[in-house]
């Protein structure tokens, strides 16, 4: 298989906006401006046919022909039918990768006009993200071609998570999520219409990228079975990978059709692909980011047996609830000399037991030698904390003891909290600190059984 | 069956706080504190068999038998074995309801001290809530007897919305989301062991309370079958009841009764008559949010073809495919008529079909047509508008425009908007005016799909 180098287009030294415009109106302003905002460090021009003066600062030109300097990226962003010679030029300065941000192709019915794209970046090998794409962001290299404001879709902070989307509203409202969790991402890149760079390429490309610990997917249609199925076989033994694969129903693929003109192809025979490979696989949106969290934390179970601790009864019987719906997961039972401590240590009102109810007192000291117990029992293999910032005795002191003890264990743990303002705060505190948290027992247990899927698809030879 | 009078318990003039304390820590304090800032309007005692003086500005007294004033009701919080004697006084003084706030009863083992306090109750015709509850709250009447503080749990607005809950914790938690959400409530009780007063006496107060349009449920287990089945053949002609039933499993039965001793029964069993009397069944904490809100905006479809309208087209998709996977949902069929006015109102680039996908430049007047005509399509049953923030496009007039079409429309509305706290912000505003707003395909179209289900039921005769 042919590996394009993706390099320049996610670590550019150098990079030309064409369609670079004074107007703020104009998605060529917002990208050029994101790309100041977010501290650029490389070599930054702007490209606009009419343009007599700099823009925005920025030494401009009328072609990218006219710069002199070797440029690793252009970012296009101009009427569609203008493209093509745009894209000839950028092949012709011998720019090493290109960004169609442009709509106007294949997804409104014109293929010829995409195929011209193909042709000029295959002529020139000279990969090519897009058309009708958000394009990228890779918060290291700080580049940012998203032409959505940031007080609209915050920028998330630097992180292991990659994600690739075919979509750029679904892009973009996961990357607000993720920004708003508090996790963080390596890259993000939105591809559009899949003309030239495809899954497969962006696949083969973070497999190696050492800054990418999980991969996050949103796609619409495959367009190379056999190469997917080629990188699929080799990436999950080295980093997890999480899909989201629209087009499930006769529905949903007739409407991703005339979205990016992909075909979705049958729904069980790519999920047959993903589960052989070791995928993860997501059923919605948000599923995307609950199993990202945890993937994220590069800690694996050896069983499914799980410790629930609590400050609040009922959210434990219903996490109890969903561990007794999963197959792969069961209540640990919790071995006699982890319960003795315990009821040393534990105040009298306290059931020693699994799940173990703290009460609603309960408080980081409390907290702490319950993880530290419960922690070491060799029956436990995962421990689900909830945390009920509601409750009198529930402070940002529990979820910084939460934050502590979590590299102290070598199990993986997760917190469960839900509510407002006052719990959200602590939420992102722990989340920003690498401990996953969620907001609801059904979506808590569920991700810890995709992590023990995953741990165990690796640990297979 | 006999109906107890709850009426005192959750409109009462006048109200005694047993166990207050000019202490910051104890439960008794923070009762009469949020009794003080909830501004409750009726007559405020305090009971406290050691204080001399008044607390907390409150006229203070060392038994209620010394009160000379008719109490509506008592609520208890001191520890458990003071409580019987504490419930006699009551008894004697003529206190028409009583809530012990206090644990250390049955869940504890203690079923002899809970059964002297049903006794009581008993002897005297007393309505008795608890032991081992948060007990109550009513916006309206400004009664709050939660000891959890307002900055930890933050008091939703008035609604519709009766809470009937168990559990203390899953209760705050709830609480606390639905007044994050900015939906209204009407009455939240926290029935603790369910000693005396129980799911059957709310449920028959609460079918005849016409501040209650909705009534979301968390129970354990139902001690009195044959009274529930009688309450639940009513209720839900009346008005929607959703219920979260845990001990789902095993494991989670054998942690419901260590919790509030209740016997979680079969849980097959219980969903029988639940599905047989109309209820509509939570499977998770937040379905007990998602299913609440739609139910409330009490506008019922005729059938279950859905249009989507959406400014994303990665994100129709996905509920293009929510869609086709439920069984009681279709893709509506735009009628040609539809079809023909819209291809004379939308952008040449707007593709006209189901999901109509807007594009990322649509801003008020592109949605408002797009919802006006779509919206008075008689093959389409409901609309499932999606607004996605942070697009260029997408602001407080999009969202206004939606608020004040949505009376206007005969039909159910809901919005889905995904995203960090710029779009946060919008959701509420559309919230708290009435609209029902969703943070994933799965939810949206999964409360879409309950929503018809209750309406078919209704309409049964």
Same mark, same amino acid.
């Given at each position: +298989?042919?590996?394009?180098?993706?390099?320049?287009?996610?670590?550019?030294?150098?990079?030309?906006?064409? =369609?670079?415009?004074?107007?703020?109106?104009?998605?060529?302003?917002?990208?050029?401006?994101?790309?100041?905002?977010?501290?650029?460090?490389?070599?930054?021009?702007?490209?606009?046919?009419?343009?007599?003066?700099?823009?925005?600062?920025?030494?401009?030109?009328?072609?990218?022909? %006219?710069?002199?300097?070797?440029?690793?990226?252009?970012?296009?962003?101009?009427?569609?039918?203008?493209?093509?010679?745009?894209?000839?030029?950028?092949?012709?300065?011998?720019?090493?990768?290109?960004?169609?941000?442009?709509?106007?192709?294949?997804?409104?019915?014109?293929?010829?006009?995409?195929?011209?794209?193909?042709?000029?970046?295959?002529?020139?090998?000279?990969?090519?993200?897009?058309?009708?794409?958000?394009? &990228?962001?890779?918060?290291?290299?700080?580049?940012?071609?998203?032409?959505?404001?940031?007080?609209?879709?915050?920028?998330?902070?630097?992180? =292991?998570?990659?994600?690739?989307?075919?979509?750029?509203?679904?892009?973009?409202?996961?990357? %607000?999520?993720?920004?708003?969790? =508090?996790?963080?991402?390596?890259?993000?890149?939105?591809?559009?219409?899949?003309?030239?760079?495809?899954?497969?390429?962006? $696949?083969?490309?973070?497999?190696?990228?050492?800054?990418?610990?999980?991969?996050?997917?949103?796609?619409?249609?495959?367009?190379?079975?056999?190469?997917?199925?080629?990188?699929?076989?080799?990436?999950?033994?080295?980093?997890?990978?999480?899909?989201?694969? *629209?087009?499930?129903?006769? #529905?949903?693929?007739?409407?991703?059709?005339?979205?990016?003109? #992909?075909?979705?192809?049958?729904?069980?025979?790519?999920?047959?692909?993903?589960?052989?490979?070791?995928?993860?696989?997501?059923?919605?949106?948000?599923?995307?980011?609950?199993?990202?969290?945890?993937?994220?934390?590069?800690?694996?179970?050896?069983?499914?047996?799980?410790?629930?601790?609590?400050?609040?009864?009922?959210? =434990?019987?219903?996490?109890?609830?969903?561990?007794?719906?999963?197959?792969? $997961?069961? /209540?640990?039972?919790?071995?006699?000399?982890?319960?003795?401590?315990?009821?040393?240590?534990?105040?009298?009102?306290?059931?020693?037991?699994?799940?173990?109810?703290?009460?609603?007192?309960?408080?980081?000291?409390?907290? @702490?030698?319950?993880?530290?117990?419960? @922690?070491? %029992?060799?029956?436990?293999?995962?421990?689900?904390?909830?945390? /009920?910032?509601?409750?009198?005795?529930?402070?940002?002191?529990?979820?910084?003891?939460? &934050?502590? +003890?979590?590299?102290?264990?070598?199990?993986?743990?997760? &917190?469960?909290?839900?509510? *407002?303002?006052?719990?959200?705060?602590?939420?992102? +505190?722990?989340?920003?600190?690498? /401990?996953?948290?969620?907001?609801?027992? *059904?979506?808590? &247990?569920?991700?810890?059984?995709?992590?023990?899927?995953?741990?165990?698809?690796?640990?297979?030879?």
């Amino acid at each position: +298989m042919k590996k394009m180098n993706l390099k320049p287009m996610l670590k550019p030294e150098s990079v030309a906006i064409i =369609g670079a415009s004074r107007d703020p109106d104009k998605v060529g302003h917002v990208i050029l401006q994101n790309y100041i905002n977010a501290g650029y460090p490389g070599r930054l021009y702007a490209v606009n046919v009419k343009s007599e003066e700099d823009i925005l600062g920025v030494k401009t030109f009328k072609s990218v022909l %006219d710069i002199k300097d070797k440029i690793d990226l252009a970012v296009i962003s101009i009427p569609a039918q203008f493209v093509p010679a745009a894209l000839e030029e950028c092949g012709k300065a011998h720019v090493k990768t290109a960004i169609v941000v442009s709509g106007g192709f294949s997804e409104v019915g014109e293929t010829e006009l995409q195929e011209k794209l193909v042709e000029i970046a295959e002529k020139y090998g000279m990969p090519t993200l897009g058309p009708n794409c958000l394009g &990228v962001m890779d918060p290291r290299s700080r580049i940012d071609t998203l032409f959505l404001p940031t007080y609209k879709l915050s920028r998330p902070a630097v992180g =292991g998570v990659s994600f690739v989307c075919q979509s750029g509203a679904v892009g973009s409202t996961v990357l %607000d999520l993720i920004s708003g969790e =508090g996790f963080g991402l390596s890259k993000f890149i939105s591809y559009g219409n899949a003309a030239h760079v495809d899954e497969v390429d962006l $696949l083969n490309y973070l497999m190696e990228d050492e800054e990418t610990k999980v991969i996050i997917m949103y796609i619409e249609g495959i367009k190379r079975g056999h190469e997917f199925v080629e990188v699929a076989r080799k990436i999950t033994k080295k980093k997890p990978v999480i899909v989201l694969k *629209a087009g499930r129903t006769s #529905a949903g693929m007739s409407a991703a059709h005339s979205h990016t003109a #992909a075909l979705a192809g049958n729904y069980e025979a790519h999920e047959a692909v993903f589960r052989q490979f070791g995928f993860t696989i997501a059923e919605d949106l948000s599923e995307l980011l609950y199993f990202a969290k945890i993937l994220d934390s590069e800690k694996y179970p050896h069983g499914g047996r799980v410790a629930i601790i609590t400050n609040g009864g009922g959210t =434990g019987v219903l996490c109890a609830d969903a561990i007794g719906s999963n197959p792969d $997961l069961t /209540l640990a039972e919790l071995s006699d000399s982890v319960k003795r401590d315990l009821r040393k240590s534990m105040p009298p009102l306290v059931n020693i037991r699994n799940p173990l109810d703290l009460a609603g007192d309960a408080e980081e000291v409390r907290y @702490g030698k319950a993880l530290e117990t419960v @922690g070491n %029992d060799e029956n436990v293999d995962m421990l689900l904390v909830i945390i /009920l910032f509601q409750t009198p005795g529930a402070d940002s002191r529990v979820a910084a003891k939460m &934050v502590n +003890m979590k590299d102290r264990l070598g199990k993986p743990l997760i &917190v469960l909290s839900i509510g *407002a303002d006052y719990t959200r705060m602590h939420r992102i +505190m722990m989340e920003s600190a690498g /401990l996953p948290v969620y907001d609801s027992p *059904a979506s808590a &247990v569920k991700s810890l059984a995709e992590l023990l899927k995953y741990a165990r698809y690796k640990e297979r030879k």
